[in-house]
């Protein structure tokens, strides 16, 4: 079974500064997705960024990328130019490439923004 | 864009009793997941249904039992209901077509077991 771990339980960052939110997976599997999802004060799953597995190049929105590495099963998030709008929960979450599967979560990492 | 919709959006029910909660999920989505957040933790995945056939289980109670109808709509039953069902129950939609699958989630029912 794979298991997502998310070894920062909360992290905080001043407005414009830049934080990098960490996460670790097991597999077996060689093709997968990753995904970033926000959860704010309103509970509403948001996705903020996927990375494909089999792709090299590292995914980018916005303000928000990730640094994957497939080796290490490693899949942080940078947030650049933090705003107060990105105060919330974040999961890591990993899904099978096979069909409609399910998303399994890391038990996330509340970031908190310094005015 | 239609999103998600889930119905009641706020459940309150004593134990020992039943609740019924719905998902709708986006036009043209075959699939619907069904994943339970308890309080301070993350999603857990209850199950799935792809073409109205369950698709996928995960620690789902004998207790709670689900279907998707002929519409693609969905409902969780869940019976004789424990102060430990309090959580923020999720559905998410999907579709095969595309390569990502992508799941998009409702806004969620928070049920109180009192």
């Known amino acids: 079974a794979q298991t997502v771990t998310q070894s920062q339980p909360e992290m905080s960052v001043q407005e414009a500064e830049t934080v990098t939110l960490s996460c670790t997976y097991d597999?077996?599997?060689?093709?997968?997705?990753l995904f970033w999802y926000k959860q704010p004060p309103s509970r509403q799953m948001i996705l903020v960024i996927r990375?494909?597995?089999?792709?090299?190049q590292n995914a980018t929105e916005n303000r928000f990328s990730v640094n994957f590495q497939k080796a290490a099963k490693s899949f942080s998030l940078k947030i650049s130019d933090s705003q107060l709008g990105d105060a919330a929960m974040y999961f890591c979450?990993?899904?099978?490439?096979?069909?409609?599967?399910?998303?399994?979560f890391g038990t996330g990492t509340r970031l908190t923004i310094i005015p | 864009a239609a999103g998600v919709i889930q119905s009641p959006r706020h459940l309150i029910k004593e134990k020992r009793e039943t609740a019924t909660l719905k998902c709708y999920p986006i036009?043209?989505?075959?699939?619907v997941y069904w994943y339970q957040q308890g309080p301070g933790q993350d999603p857990q995945f209850l199950i799935s249904?792809?073409?109205?056939?369950?698709?996928d289980k995960g620690s789902i109670p004998d207790r709670f039992s689900a279907q998707q109808f002929s519409d693609y709509h969905s409902e969780l039953n869940m019976s004789s209901l424990e102060l430990g069902d309090s959580a923020l129950y999720f559905c998410?939609?999907?579709?095969?077509?595309?390569?990502?699958?992508?799941?998009?989630f409702g806004p969620g029912t928070r049920l109180t077991v009192t």
């Open positions: 998410a939609s999907s579709t095969r077509t595309g390569s990502y699958y992508e799941q998009y």
């Open positions: 597999t077996s599997e060689s093709d997968y997705y």
């Open positions: 990375q494909e597995a089999y792709k090299q």
């Open positions: 979450a990993y899904r099978t490439s096979f069909g409609n599967e399910k998303l399994t």
């Open positions: 036009p043209r989505h075959d699939t």
């Open positions: 249904f792809y073409e109205k056939m369950q698709s």
